[in-house]
T-cell receptor
Framework: SQTIHQWPATLVQPVGSPLSLECTVEGTSNPNLYWYRQAAGRGLQLLFYSVGIGQISSEVPQNLSASRPQDRQFILSSKKLLLSDSGFYLC???????????FGQGTRLTVV | GQQLNQSPQSMFIQEGEDVSMNCTSSSIFNTWLWYKQEPGEGPVLLIALYKAGELTSNGRLTAQFGITRKDSFLNISASIPSDVGIYFCAGQGSNFGNEKLTFGTGTRLTIIP
């Protein structure tokens, strides 16, 4: 069966520090991968998605970037965090279009 | 871009009552998904819909893919305390770039004892 792992679960980082969040999927190949951000009490905002290795689509201009160095690995990064980067970050995968999306457990990022 | 309007934003109901929430889109969708999220966790898939007019049940939950392909609803019958959470709809458009999955703003369900 397929599983998705996301870490760390919580992270407290100072303003100006770098960020690296990792997401990996097991039990499937060539998944579509997604990064979402959720502000407290709000909906999910799509940040990036990827349909293959090295292929990244960005949805909103921001202080973050994403990379997909391997088929089942998706990384969210920042060189210098801002206070406004705080939030709940969720990784998700799909087998393709017209299929369900499955989420990781999320990373709670607090920038101080 | 694609817009999803989800209503109501919040609901306060008594245990045993039925619940109904819906999502509408500004454009045609090929897929509608319904999720439930509990505090501090990722959303969990409840129901997936792939055809206009499709009506699907999962226990006490029933969801329908609107015939116009621009809306969907979720019903919960005989609510119980563990139904508390935030419910999200999500849709995939039919246009180029349909790898994207757009989420509604969520419906927060609270059950009054």
């Amino acid at each position: 069966s397929q599983t998705i792992h996301q870490w760390p679960a919580t992270l407290v980082q100072p303003v100006g520090s770098p960020l690296s969040l990792e997401c990996t999927v097991e039990g499937t190949s060539n998944p579509n991968l997604y990064w979402y951000r959720q502000a407290a009490g709000r909906g999910l905002q799509l940040l990036f998605y990827s349909v293959g290795i090295g292929q990244i689509s960005s949805e909103v201009p921001q202080n973050l970037s994403a990379s997909r160095p391997q088929d089942r690995q998706f990384i969210l990064s920042s060189k210098k965090l801002l206070l406004s980067d705080s939030g709940f970050y969720l990784c998700a995968w799909r087998g393709g279009v017209n299929t369900e999306a499955f989420f990781g457990q999320g990373t709670r990022l607090t920038v101080v | 871009g694609q817009q999803l309007n989800q209503s109501p934003q919040s609901m306060f109901i008594q245990e045993g009552e039925d619940v109904s929430m819906n999502c509408t889109s500004s454009s045609i969708f090929n897929t509608w998904l319904w999720y439930k999220q509990e505090p501090g966790e990722g959303p969990v898939l409840l129901i997936a819909l792939y055809k206009a007019g499709e009506l699907t049940s999962n226990g006490r939950l029933t969801a329908q893919f609107g015939i116009t392909r621009k809306d969907s609803f979720l019903n919960i019958s005989a609510s119980i305390p563990s139904d508390v959470g935030i419910y999200f709809c999500a849709g995939q458009g039919s246009n180029f770039g349909n790898e994207k999955l757009t989420f509604g703003t969520g419906t927060r369900l609270t059950i009054i004892p």
